[in-house]
């Protein structure tokens, strides 16, 4: 009885370090295929804002009880324009950190500090603290002569995400930030993805527009 139940525990641990594990890595894949940042400005960390949620709104289709705490910690990179717009390109690397209680709380690099207020089986919709590094004249002073730097600035995000079904799973995502200081101003994406073919239990692939 005692050696059944130490199986059983290894197997629900092993199951949920998988999971961990493909959503980490889909991290560190979604940093080579990177979008541009968002605009006239930065991100907080390499990847788009969206990248740092790829994989969590599908972990509940196969796993529908979530572990309570679950902890992501890799690197990623990314070769983008130094600001929406530029012709000129650089690579921006650093940690991707991604925290998170339940379906509930969540603490991440790309997705701020926040809560999912709302979520069912397959959807979730959050508010998140987040804030934006900004743009510096020269990153381009040749374009930028003139309009001054853009300062990083704190903001707050509304962003929603529904799974189409676990034999169809694309995932439909929209989100509006607004910041406070700095451009001072509203940004808003709407986007698709889902795994591709040869994603297995320990490596997934994303694309989408």
Not at 23 to 29: G, N, Y
Not at 72 to 86: K, L, M, N
Request: with cysteine; charged share 20%; proline share 7%.
């Amino acid at each position: 009885m005692l050696n059944s139940r130490r199986k059983r525990i290894n197997e629900v641990r092993n199951k949920q370090t998988g999971i961990a594990a493909i959503c980490w890595v889909a991290v560190a894949i979604g940093g080579v295929a990177a979008l541009p940042g968002t605009a006239f400005a930065q991100t907080p960390s390499p990847l788009g804002e969206w990248q740092y949620s790829v994989g969590i709104p599908l972990q509940k289709m196969w796993q529908p009880t979530i572990p309570d705490w679950q902890l992501r910690v890799g690197a990623a990179a990314s070769f983008q324009p130094r600001y929406e717009g530029s012709d000129r390109y650089h690579l921006m690397a650093g940690p991707s950190i991604d925290v998170r209680y339940k379906d509930l709380f969540f603490l991440s690099s790309g997705e701020g500090f926040g809560v999912n207020f709302a979520q069912g089986p397959n959807w979730r919709a959050s508010l998140a603290a987040v804030y934006d590094l900004g743009r510096r004249a020269h990153d381009d002073p040749q374009e930028l002569n003139g309009l001054g730097n853009i300062n990083a600035a704190p903001g707050l995000k509304l962003s929603g995400e529904y799974v189409i079904s676990k034999d169809f799973p694309l995932v439909l995502r929209a989100d509006v930030r607004r910041y406070f200081g700095g451009s001072n101003g509203w940004i808003g994406d709407l986007g698709a993805y889902m795994p591709m073919p040869g994603s297995t239990k320990k490596f997934f692939w994303f694309a989408g527009p």
